[in-house]
């Protein structure tokens, strides 16, 4: 019940992310930089109730900053889209 109940609020919550567009010259590696980088920069916040909306914003937020990072580091020029 309780793995249920984790997956439920992981899976509504990871929709709050903000949506990153990569580009560069050479995008024949994209799908598997996109999936290295991604898998890199998943996280998951447990904790109390009250304050899961909020552990869950700075998670996202590292989150991103994780996956920016690694497109980066890729050759990738990384932008948010509105």
Do not use: H, W
Not at 36 to 55: D, N, Q, T, Y
């Amino acid at each position: 019940m309780t793995r249920v109940l984790l997956l439920t609020l992981g899976l509504l919550l990871t929709g709050c992310a903000a949506n990153l567009v990569a580009t560069k010259a050479d995008m024949s590696n994209f799908r598997r930089d996109n999936f290295e980088c991604a898998k890199m920069s998943e996280r998951m916040v447990v904790g109390p109730l009250i304050a899961l909306p909020f552990m869950q914003m700075a998670a996202q937020k590292q989150s991103d900053k994780t996956m920016t990072e690694c497109m980066e580091i890729r050759g990738y020029s990384v932008t948010t889209k509105d």
